[in-house]
């Protein structure tokens, strides 16, 4: 704090703030959040296939399943309903729980583009039981440079 001292009566006493300190530390908060910012990922991190002809997806999906490859899972990947780890036995119990409060019955696919073939097919047979009949297919934009 800045603060003046009355000299023989004739100035009254002023005092200002010293403002430069709040200044660095806004400036510190101000980087941390712009670093900090992009990193922070919603959903689980899948290497997702490239598409050409793209779709835009809705900012906030009611329920997205993730299938993410992993070598260490004897199925060779892992399966999540909205980030909420499940089994292929529990699959379609947790996507009739997730749908029961959604009036939309979409349902988002988010898989890894290293799974087989075969794995696919028999997740969407899972989620054709569960009731679900309209699957989007969630990708990243082809590049002009190629795959």
Same mark, same amino acid.
Request: charge should be negative; proline fraction near 6%; aromatic fraction near 6%.
């Given at each position: 704090?800045?603060?003046? /001292?009355?000299?023989?009566?004739?100035?009254? $006493?002023?005092?200002?703030?010293?403002?430069?300190?709040?200044?660095?530390?806004?400036? &510190? /908060?101000?980087?941390?959040?712009? $670093?900090?910012?992009?990193?922070?990922?919603?959903?689980?991190?899948? @290497?997702?296939?490239?598409?050409? +002809?793209? &779709?835009?997806?809705?900012?906030?999906?009611? &329920?997205?399943?993730?299938? @993410?490859?992993?070598?260490?899972?004897?199925?060779? +990947?892992?399966?999540?309903?909205?980030?909420?780890?499940?089994?292929?036995?529990? /699959?379609?119990? *947790?996507?009739?729980?997730?749908?029961?409060?959604? *009036?939309?019955?979409?349902?988002?696919? @988010?898989?890894?583009?290293?799974?087989?073939?075969?794995?696919?097919?028999?997740? $969407?047979?899972?989620?054709? *039981?569960?009731?679900?009949?309209?699957?989007?297919?969630?990708?990243?934009? @082809?590049?002009?440079?190629?795959?």
């Amino acid at each position: 704090m800045g603060f003046s /001292l009355p000299t023989q009566g004739k100035e009254p $006493i002023r005092s200002e703030p010293n403002v430069v300190p709040l200044c660095d530390v806004l400036l &510190v /908060l101000l980087i941390i959040f712009m $670093i900090v910012t992009p990193l922070i990922q919603k959903g689980v991190d899948v @290497k997702l296939p490239n598409a050409q +002809f793209t &779709v835009n997806m809705p900012e906030n999906p009611d &329920v997205v399943l993730a299938i @993410k490859k992993n070598a260490q899972d004897p199925k060779g +990947f892992l399966l999540y309903v909205n980030q909420d780890k499940v089994t292929m036995e529990t /699959l379609q119990n *947790a996507l009739e729980e997730a749908f029961l409060t959604v *009036a939309d019955k979409k349902l988002y696919l @988010k898989a890894d583009q290293d799974l087989e073939y075969g794995n696919i097919v028999d997740l $969407i047979d899972v989620i054709r *039981a569960s009731g679900i009949e309209i699957v989007g297919i969630i990708t990243e934009k @082809k590049t002009e440079k190629g795959y």
